[in-house]
């Protein structure tokens, strides 16, 4: 076992005092990494329907459902594929130079968005976009890992992954001043999503590549080298020169792993893309119903949704710390399905399903912690980014069928309420899965 770059805190000391200037940095990077995906994956969910207004032809709009499922099917095709992708390459060339690299062109490619002049355009835009957006979550969350101390791990996990809920909470907020403004006011949010390119230099100066990795990176060249020249390698060695995504399936325990963080991974993420996405027109059409403009409550509802979103993701993080990450992540997923009910099908009143929307994004969305705080610990060095990655993303290449099949649904069951419980049933898989792997609660990262 290893311990992270992260000194070790001494003792009686509050676990945020024990944290250099770097280690704030590298969470302020990955933070905001984070957040600029969030703004644009929210500003996505809010201006996807606008914009096919204005991009099919009028004889279509009746299946706008079906259209918008398929551009969130489409995105979250490219999120699994680049992210898979991104996981491997942070493992070779470094987490750092991998998030610079995903940030700005991702920020490129939301600002093309803007310029989509008919359905096919957009949707392979999206396409791009996700496949850089998903190149960026497990650069960061494994730099995150690697820098902070064992003691505090989770904590800054949950800080990290709120960054997802600040970019949401951004881009619902600059939807409800720039939604108003016309039929385009979706190109304005997407040209809005170029600015995050700016970011990057302020990150090439403020953060150091993780030693963890660039030591390990070091033996991986050295091990490779030996192998080269013709040399029995050891079987630490044999490791170290195996190609990482290969080494997610290398050996029966490994492999074993493997499949049960990505049924838990896939769990979280048709629970949000077949589910969350649908919170701001289902909160819209209620109001509509209430006699209140359907148009500002669509903001009002991504608001309140992702108010719920952050407290949840920074909450899990210190309750993992405090109780563990089994069974911190097996209440989140078990609130999360009881709590589908109460928004889509027991509530009516719009005032009541902005508070009961923060009430389930708390789980529903802030479960998605449970990825930076456990996975990092569950993976070697030598292969952490590519795990995370593979663990985080491939369930999107399954997923991806969720907003098709979510529409489809809604189209033809004639409502949310049906269509989100039936698809809620997933948690049940999440919650039984989580029982089987290990614990790994105040664990020095394995080497």
Same mark, same amino acid.
């Given at each position: 076992?290893?311990?992270?770059?992260?000194?070790?805190?001494?003792?009686?000391?509050?676990?945020?005092?024990?944290?250099?200037?770097a280690?704030?940095?590298?969470?302020?990077?990955?933070?905001?990494?984070?957040?600029?995906?969030?703004?644009?994956?929210?500003?996505?969910i809010?201006?996807?329907?606008?914009?096919?207004?204005?991009?099919?032809?009028?004889?279509?709009?009746?299946?706008?459902?079906?259209?918008?499922?398929?551009?969130?099917?489409?995105?979250?095709?490219?999120?699994?594929?680049?992210?898979?992708?991104?996981?491997?390459?942070?493992?070779?060339?470094?987490?750092?130079?991998?998030?610079?690299?995903?940030?700005?062109?991702?920020?490129?490619?939301?600002?093309?968005?803007?310029?989509?002049?008919?359905?096919?355009?957009?949707?392979?835009?999206?396409?791009?976009?996700?496949?850089?957006?998903?190149?960026?979550?497990?650069?960061?969350?494994?730099?995150?890992?690697?820098?902070?101390? !064992?003691?505090?791990?989770g904590?800054?996990?949950?800080?990290?992954?709120?960054?997802?809920?600040?970019?949401?909470?951004?881009?619902?907020?600059?939807?409800?001043?720039?939604?108003?403004s016309?039929?385009?006011?979706?190109?304005?949010?997407?040209?809005?999503?170029?600015?995050?390119?700016?970011?990057?230099?302020?990150i090439?100066?403020?953060?150091?590549?993780?030693?963890?990795?660039?030591?390990?990176?070091?033996?991986?060249?050295?091990?490779?080298?030996r192998?080269?020249?013709?040399?029995?390698?050891?079987?630490? !060695?044999?490791?170290?020169?195996?190609?990482?995504?290969?080494?997610?399936?290398? !050996?029966?325990?490994?492999?074993?792993?493997?499949?049960?963080?990505?049924?838990?991974?896939?769990?979280?993420?048709?629970?949000?893309?077949?589910?969350?996405?649908?919170?701001?027109?289902?909160?819209?059409?209620?109001?509509?119903?209430?006699?209140?403009?359907a148009?500002?409550?669509?903001?009002?509802?991504?608001?309140?949704?992702?108010?719920?979103?952050?407290?949840?993701?920074?909450?899990?993080?210190?309750?993992?710390?405090?109780?563990?990450?089994?069974?911190?992540?097996?209440?989140?997923?078990?609130?999360?399905?009881?709590l589908?009910?109460?928004?889509?099908?027991?509530?009516? !009143?719009?005032?009541?399903?902005?508070?009961?929307?923060?009430?389930?994004?708390?789980?529903?969305?802030?479960?998605y912690?449970?990825?930076?705080?456990?996975?990092?610990?569950?993976?070697?060095?030598?292969m952490?980014?590519?795990?995370?990655?593979?663990?985080?993303?491939?369930?999107?290449?399954?997923?991806?069928?969720?907003?098709?099949?979510?529409?489809?649904?809604?189209?033809?069951?004639?409502?949310?309420?049906?269509?989100?419980?039936?698809?809620?049933?997933?948690?049940?898989?999440?919650?039984?899965?989580?029982?089987?792997?290990?614990?790994?609660?105040?664990?020095?990262?394995?080497?």
């Open positions: 076992m290893a311990t992270s770059d992260a000194s070790l805190p001494h003792a009686g000391q509050p676990w945020y005092r024990s944290l250099t200037r280690q704030w940095n590298t969470l302020a990077a990955s933070n905001l990494g984070w957040m600029l995906d969030g703004y644009e994956t929210y500003a996505l809010l201006c996807a329907v606008p914009a096919l207004r204005t991009l099919l032809d009028p004889s279509e709009l009746s299946r706008l459902p079906v259209y918008a499922g398929q551009v969130f099917a489409i995105t979250l095709l490219g999120w699994g594929i680049g992210g898979i992708i991104g996981g491997i390459v942070a493992d070779y060339i470094g987490r750092k130079r991998t998030m610079l690299y995903a940030i700005a062109a991702y920020s490129l490619l939301t600002g093309l968005s803007a310029f989509a002049q008919d359905w096919s355009q957009f949707a392979l835009l999206r396409f791009l976009a996700g496949l850089a957006i998903g190149s960026e979550w497990a650069t960061g969350s494994s730099m995150m890992a690697e820098v902070w101390p !064992d003691n505090a791990r904590k800054g996990a949950g800080l990290m992954q709120c960054g997802l809920g600040i970019g949401f909470f951004i881009a619902s907020a600059v939807w409800v001043f720039v939604g108003p016309g039929a385009d006011a979706w190109r304005t949010m997407f040209l809005i999503g170029v600015l995050p390119a700016f970011v990057t230099l302020w090439r100066r403020a953060i150091d590549e993780s030693s963890l990795w660039e030591r390990s990176d070091a033996r991986r060249r050295e091990a490779i080298k192998r080269d020249r013709g040399e029995t390698l050891g079987e630490a !060695d044999q490791a170290l020169s195996r190609f990482t995504f290969t080494a997610l399936f290398a !050996d029966r325990s490994t492999r074993a792993q493997t499949v049960k963080v990505f049924l838990m991974s896939l769990t979280t993420t048709v629970g949000f893309w077949a589910i969350s996405t649908w919170v701001p027109p289902f909160v819209a059409s209620m109001a509509g119903k209430a006699g209140l403009v148009a500002q409550w669509a903001p009002y509802a991504g608001m309140a949704y992702t108010t719920g979103s952050i407290l949840g993701y920074a909450s899990f993080g210190f309750l993992a710390d405090r109780f563990g990450r089994r069974p911190v992540t097996m209440t989140y997923f078990a609130l999360a399905l009881l589908t009910p109460v928004l889509f099908l027991w509530t009516t !009143d719009p005032y009541w399903l902005l508070f009961f929307a923060a009430v389930n994004a708390f789980f529903s969305n802030g479960q912690t449970w990825m930076p705080v456990w996975l990092p610990e569950l993976y070697p060095t030598r952490r980014a590519t795990a995370m990655a593979f663990a985080f993303n491939a369930p999107r290449l399954i997923a991806f069928l969720g907003p098709i099949l979510a529409g489809q649904m809604i189209a033809t069951l004639g409502g949310f309420g049906r269509a989100a419980m039936t698809i809620a049933s997933i948690y049940v898989l999440g919650f039984v899965v989580a029982l089987f792997v290990p614990e790994t609660r105040g664990k020095s990262l394995p080497e």
